[in-house]
T-cell receptor, first 115, second 112 residues
Framework: AQSVAQPEDQVNVAEGNPLTVKCTYS??????LFWYVQYPNRGLQFLLK??????LVKGSYGFEAEFNKSQTSFHLKKPSALVSDSALYFC?????????????FGTGTRLKVLA | ETGVTQSPTHLIKTRGQQVTLRCSSQ?????VSWYQQALGQGPQFIFQ???????GRGNFPPRFSGLQFPNYSSELNVNALELDDSALYLC???????????FGDGTRLSIL
């Protein structure tokens, strides 16, 4: 079965410091991976995706993610955190078996950036 | 370009009632997927509609049903509401199967 895991419920980081939000995946075949951010009482906002190509993917708002096939990871990173980055972050993999291409989400990581 | 819009934003129902949630897909999108996000959880796939036909279903009982209309807007219907149905219901549209999904802001459903 395809799945993603986000091992940290919460990540705290000081403003201006680099941040990493972890994600590991389990898929058969080539993974299609995504990161979304969710602010309170809002839907999911797309940050970035990996389909093929460079292992370092650049996305919105200064975020990037590193795809590591050997470690089956797709960690989200940002060189310098902002207080406004505080939100709930979801990693997702696209299902490639059912014909729906539905997204399978992790349980989310709450990022708290401290001023 | 109009994004995905969902209505209503909030809804309160009691156990046993029925509810209909609505989603207008982004312009040019013919595929709509519905997800349930319980508190503290990631979104879970309910079902998907592609060109007015159901194209797959997650692990949800038959009392969760849906429709897609010729303009590709969609409805999610839930009968015999249970307390555990309390969640944020998200609609996502895409320009076709396998295309990136764009999410609406969701409908927050509370069951008393």
């Amino acid at each position: 079965a395809q799945s993603v895991a986000q091992p940290e419920d919460q990540v705290n980081v000081a403003e201006g410091n680099p941040l990493t939000v972890k994600c590991t995946y389990s898929v058969s075949g080539n993974p299609y991976l995504f990161w979304y951010v969710q602010y309170p009482n809002r839907g999911l906002q797309f940050l970035l995706k990996y389909i093929t190509g460079d292992n370092l993917v650049k996305g919105s708002y200064g975020f990037e993610a590193e795809f590591n096939k050997s470690q089956t990871s797709f960690h989200l990173k940002k060189p310098s955190a902002l207080v406004s980055d505080s939100a709930l972050y979801f990693c997702a993999v696209r299902d490639t078996f059912s014909g729906t291409y539905k997204y399978i989400f992790g349980t989310g990581t709450r990022l708290k950036v401290l001023a | 370009e109009t994004g995905v819009t969902q209505s209503p934003t909030h809804l309160i129902k009691t156990r046993g009632q029925q509810v209909t949630l609505r989603c207008s897909s982004q312009s040019g999108h013919n595929t709509v997927s519905w997800y349930q996000q319980a508190l503290g959880q990631g979104p879970q796939f309910i079902f998907q509609y592609y060109r007015e036909e159901e194209n797959g279903r997650g692990n949800f009982p038959p009392r969760f049903s849906g429709l897609q209309f010729p303009n590709y807007s969609s409805e999610l219907n839930v009968n015999a509401l249970e307390l555990d149905d309390s969640a944020l219901y998200l609609c996502a549209s895409s320009g076709g199967l396998g295309q990136p999904q764009h999410f609406g802001d969701g409908t927050r459903l509370s069951i008393l």
